[in-house]
Every structure is written in C-alpha cells, then in structure tokens.
C-alpha cells in the first residue's frame, strides 16, 4: 500500500457502525472511517471497495448520503450463505472533507466485520 491508497479492516462493529470498533489500517491516503462515514481528507478521483460479513446480507445496496459525489459502480453482491458480500462506488471528492454516509439496514441483518480499500482512481487505472 502506498500514499495512493488505503485499506481499512473493521472489527467488532455493527449494522449501524460497521467502519468502526477496532481497525487495522495499511497504506497512507488522507481518509478515515468512523460510525458509517467515510471522510475524504484530500481531493481526488476514489475507487471505492467495500466487503462485509454478517448474516442476513441482501444484493441491496445501502443508502449513501453525505457530501461526496458517488456512482455505485458494483452492486452489492452476498454470497450463497447470505454471509459475505461486496460493492463498489467511483467518488469525486471536490473539496477536503467531503463524506460518505452509508445506511446499511436494507443490506443486512447484522454486520460484524467489514473491509474499506479506496485507491484513487488515476492510480489503480495506471
């Protein structure tokens, strides 16, 4: 991981907190995950990756409000067992702190952990 990318694992969360409990971080780009807010430290192009384990996981994707210009670009995907599932946005952040607010309650019945990887998008392109 470089300063183009972070990755953010969570445990011990929940539904209405799953970027939040005890987190592992690698890489160095300006972007923290608390509750269920993303906050972008720095302007940029993000690819967006979120992974999620729980029970009951939908192929619905969340509620996203906030400030950050985004495009769901992978829909929440839940595996076989309803236990595991991902999604993917493209975010433009215009202007330092912009956010990402994400309601997971159509996605799932319980979270319990989760895995945030953002790169910004010039550099997973190129």
């Known amino acids: 991981m470089s300063a183009n990318s972070i990755n953010i694992n969570n445990s011990v969360v929940s ?16 972007v923290t995950a608390a509750g269920a807010t993303l906050t972008f430290n720095k302007v940029g192009q993000y690819l967006v990756d979120i992974a999620l384990v729980g029970t009951a996981i939908t192929n619905v994707a969340p509620t996203v409000t ?21 999604l993917a946005y493209i975010v433009n952040v215009k202007n330092i702190g912009e956010t990402m607010i994400f309601d997971f309650t159509a996605s799932a019945t319980t979270i319990t952990f989760s895995t945030v990887r953002i790169g910004t998008y010039a550099f997973i392109n190129g």
């Open 66 to 86: 906030g400030t950050a210009q985004n495009t769901l670009v992978e829909a929440l995907f839940a595996n076989a067992a309803a236990t595991a599932g991902s």
């Open 15 to 30: 539904r209405a907190a799953p970027f939040t409990g005890t987190q592992i971080l690698t890489g160095t780009l300006p």
